[in-house]
């Protein structure tokens, strides 16, 4: 299947997801309960008869969710040494991002990506700036069944040591002409590029959708 119609597929899935949370959660009356919870399962239809997604996974993948329906964010820190960058290798898919993940509840962006940074390769950072905000369906990234907002800050290193957590396996630093394969659906090589001028010149305003 083409990634533009995957994507739009998504797109649809995710539109109907949030249209049938949204109403679960204001919503008394039985009747439009009742016709909120067929929309969630039409929603997970898609993932799973035009996607292919198991019918578990695809059950599973807003069981949790609740509430008014807003994107996920996810925080990403780029730590630079020189013209290097430091990446980590995610052991599910083998492939290399700057350190990042989901912003937990009670979290500040800020302290969420010195905690994610520290916990995937072991370094101690300082947030310096927020490089940029934006919506991960307006990048070039793999389609997602989630909508994510993604938060690019540039931290400055204070100390630690390379060290793999839970969900690394592997820490380094790499010539910004010389990246390794990378998460794409974590992080960009133009983003990565991105984050390097945001590190040469502080004084540029922050990048938006």
């Not at 996810?74 to 898919?93: I, N, T």
């Not at 700057?98 to 990506?113: F, H, R």
């Not at 839970?166 to 990246?179: H, I, K, Q, R």
């Amino acid at each position: 299947m083409a990634a533009g119609h995957t994507a739009s597929l998504l797109a649809w899935a995710r539109e109907v997801q949030a249209i049938a949370q949204t109403g679960l959660a204001f919503s008394p009356d039985e009747y439009d309960r009742e016709r909120y919870t067929q929309l969630q399962h039409l929603a997970q239809r898609v993932l799973h008869t035009e996607l292919g997604a198991p019918e578990a996974l695809a059950a599973g993948f807003w069981r949790h969710e609740s509430g008014y329906a807003t994107p996920k964010v996810d925080v990403r820190g780029a730590v630079f040494r020189g013209a290097q960058v430091l990446l980590v290798r995610e052991r599910s898919d083998g492939r290399w991002t700057v350190p990042g993940g989901w912003v937990d509840v009670n979290d500040t962006p800020s302290g969420a990506v010195v905690r994610e940074v520290r916990e995937e390769s072991g370094y101690e950072v300082r947030a310096v700036k927020l490089a940029a905000l934006v919506d991960r369906n307006r990048h070039p990234h793999p389609p997602a069944v989630h909508h994510i907002y993604k938060l690019l800050f540039v931290c400055a290193l204070k100390g630690g040591a390379p060290f793999c957590g839970a969900e690394t396996d592997a820490v380094d630093f790499f010539a910004l002409d010389a990246l390794p394969e990378l998460s794409t659906g974590r992080i960009l090589g133009a983003q990565i590029e991105r984050l390097y001028r945001h590190h040469l010149e502080p004084a540029l305003p922050t990048d938006f959708d």
